[in-house]
């Protein structure tokens, strides 16, 4: 059997920090603005590219996938409280399926994070030039292809100025995010009460039949459809970023965030998307208009002045957006460089700002590259974007669902056999009506994500191309530097976290203790001592150690991956276990605490404790039957042997 992810014992938060700077930590309000204005922008530019595949029934579409949506907030929230340290796709396919499911999860959501500071930025510029030209020029002026050209240049220069402000060490700010987020929905609210205004109810219940007169709708454009409207809704993911700086606890306040999160988008997202498909056809069909498709029906129905507004507000949010999936980006290369997927270099920080300026160049010299090889083209932006937003949402619904099949399973299993404190608990949550009904909730929209991806895979071939070539050149990367490692007598153990749940008899425990020189001795006896098909577990106590700082919006804050010395003793813990064959290892990594240990030795019903000598004392109220000592070429060990 492979090597296991492996995590926290249940009853409390014995894995992780108690959460530091508290007052800077962000409640409902504030996650539904991060959340909105990343989601938010969609709006902008989805009802063009969607009329391009659709034409009229792009408003039927997106509401169509507001339904999955609402299905997908569900396990979006459940994720950020089951796990705080964030990271989304990344931990959550590392933790339920194995590390190798996390790299490809962190390829998905860097090929969305590419494609959305390329889309916003573009979208951005395009929203402005509203203000910039006369209402109606784009239409009529000779110099079109030149403008479309201008209008790259200029987002490729905002693009260069954002990578160089997040050098010099910008930070996202969730206050700014909700005074941008309340314009940019106040403005939607707007454009919706002016356009009803003018038109009846009455005439608004005429306009739905026209959605389905200008196309045929068969089996394969209705899939193609709904796979494509997922776009509309692209930036949700952005809530399981969030979970290190949200307040307690998670699962309040993220349900709380993604209800307003819902409300704000099913309100605005359908009806715009609706309405402005099917009252400026014109202007949807058209190349160039349909990426200023809300700010012309502003206009349209509102004058000037709310189409001025509209434009400056989607313009500046949009740029935001883009700005955000940079931070996210970088963030993401740094989490896998800490996995040791890819390169060391993306840690390095500069000396003068103390930003990673490697990891910078990248999150933003590949969008300028996405631009660059399509000429601007927004649709075809669109288009590319499916690969990674579907993989992403994909490989998150199956990692959540796999998660908890097994608490179900093994609370089934603790009812029939009696179980320690952690699987009660553990069996308390599972016995609910609502916790099934969410499973196959749960199953259900993995199911309809799933066939979403597969539709996008066939009928956007752009996509698959561009998002499978990042897909497969990042796992060539991470599979180079793993052998390499490898060859080195140090193997990356990139998830170390996991849940102790059930007793594992037979099993053998090894305690390894920071700045112990002893630690690999331990680690030899545990290989040594493994017998086939009996895990090894081996159990790193971290100490606690203070943030200097409060983590910062779409950073991943996981304490191993930043604690070198635990992940280099796992490692050739690891490296060891491999070339002596031991068929089921599992790495806990766990901050230490009082009784820790023997709360550890409790749980798993272990056979064999393995600890230094010099240790013993300190694991007093474990209970062994006998000790046993052994002398190694790196020290002294103690067995501690238990017949349960």
């Known amino acids: 059997m492979a ?11 014995l894995h992780g920090d108690k959460p530091a700077h508290g007052k800077n930590l962000l409640g409902p309000l504030l996650c539904w603005a991060v959340v909105f204005a990343d989601i938010g922008t969609s709006i902008y530019y989805v009802p063009g590219i969607l009329y391009q595949t659709v034409q009229s029934m792009a408003g039927f579409f997106v509401s169509l996938t507001l339904l999955v949506f609402i299905l997908l907030t569900l396990k979006y929230t459940e ?21 190798w499911f996390g790299a490809l999860g962190g390829m998905f959501i860097l090929v969305d994070y590419f494609l959305t500071a390329a889309i916003s930025s573009l979208s951005g510029m395009q929203y402005l030039s509203v203000v910039i030209i006369p209402l109606g020029a784009m239409t009529v002026l000779p110099g079109l292809g030149q ?151 502003a206009g349209e129905y509102g004058g000037i002045l709310l189409q001025t507004e509209v434009a400056i507000s989607a313009s500046a949010l949009l740029i935001f957006a883009s700005n955000t999936a940079i931070i996210g980006c970088y963030h993401v290369f740094m989490a896998l460089s800490r996995m040791g997927f890819l390169p060391g270099f993306l840690l390095k920080r500069n000396k003068l ?42 490989l998150t619904c199956l990692g959540l669902d796999i998660v908890r099949y097994r608490d179900w399973k093994k609370a089934r299993s603790a009812s029939l056999n009696g179980a320690g404190m952690a699987t009660t608990l553990a069996s308390q949550e599972t016995k609910g009506l609502w916790f099934k009904i969410d499973f196959f909730l749960g199953v259900l929209t993995t199911v309809l994500v799933t066939i979403a991806w597969s539709t996008n895979l066939v009928s956007k071939p752009l996509a698959t191309a561009f998002g499978g070539g990042v897909a497969v050149v990042g796992m060539a990367l991470a599979y180079r530097n793993y052998t390499r490692s490898q060859k080195e007598g140090y193997v990356p153990v990139p998830v170390a ?51 200097p ?96």
Request: aromatic share 8%.
């Open 3 to 13: 090597q296991e992810p492996v995590a926290q014992i249940r009853s409390g938060d």
């Open 79 to 99: 994720v950020t409280h089951r796990f705080p340290q964030g990271g989304g796709v990344v931990t959550v396919a590392a933790h339920a399926i194995n590390p």
């Open 147 to 297: 403008i479309q050209l201008l209008i790259l240049a200029i987002t490729i220069g905002v693009l260069v100025l954002l990578g160089i402000l997040n050098w010099i060490g910008i930070s996202e700010s969730a206050k700014v995010s909700l005074v941008g987020a309340l314009i940019a929905f106040f403005s939607n609210i707007a454009v919706l009460l002016t356009i009803f205004t003018h038109i009846s109810f009455a005439d608004f219940l005429a306009l739905l039949p026209k959605m389905f007169t200008s196309h045929a709708l068969t089996p394969f454009s209705f899939l193609a459809g709904f796979a494509g409207s997922f776009l509309a809704f692209s930036g949700l993911e952005s809530i399981s970023q969030l979970s290190p700086v949200m307040k307690h606890p998670h699962k309040k306040v993220a349900g709380i965030a993604m209800l307003l999160v819902v409300i704000t988008i099913g309100v605005t997202s359908p009806l715009l998307t609706i309405l402005s498909t099917l009252l400026l056809p014109d202007a949807a069909k058209d190349p160039v208009l349909s990426g200023q498709i809300i700010s012309l029906i």
């Open 353 to 394: 700002r103390g930003t990673p300026h490697y990891a910078i160049i990248l999150a933003t010299g590949i969008p300028v590259l996405v631009l660059i090889g399509v000429v601007g083209n927004i649709t075809f932006l669109g288009d590319m974007y499916a690969f990674g937003l579907l993989g992403a949402f994909t």
């Open 497 to 547: 976290v996991a849940r102790i749940e059930e007793r594992k008899p037979g099993s053998v425990l090894a305690v390894l203790v920071p700045e112990n020189p002893h630690n690999h001795a331990v680690i030899r006896a545990a290989v040594q001592t493994s017998e086939a098909n009996k895990p090894v577990i081996f159990l790193y106590l971290r100490k606690y150690r203070p943030r």
């Open 549 to 644: 700082e409060a983590p910062r919006i779409m950073e991943i804050v996981d304490p191993y991956l930043e604690d070198q010395e635990a992940k280099q003793i796992f490692g050739q813990a690891e490296s060891m276990a491999l070339q002596a064959k031991v068929p089921e290892r599992k790495y806990v990594y766990i901050l230490d605490g009082p009784d820790i240990v023997t709360h550890v030795w409790q749980a798993l019903h272990p056979r064999d404790t393995i600890i230094a000598a010099e240790e013993n004392e300190q694991f007093k109220d474990i209970n062994p039957d006998r000790i046993r000592y052994e002398l190694t070429p790196e020290g002294k060990v103690a067995h501690l042997l238990k017949r349960w």
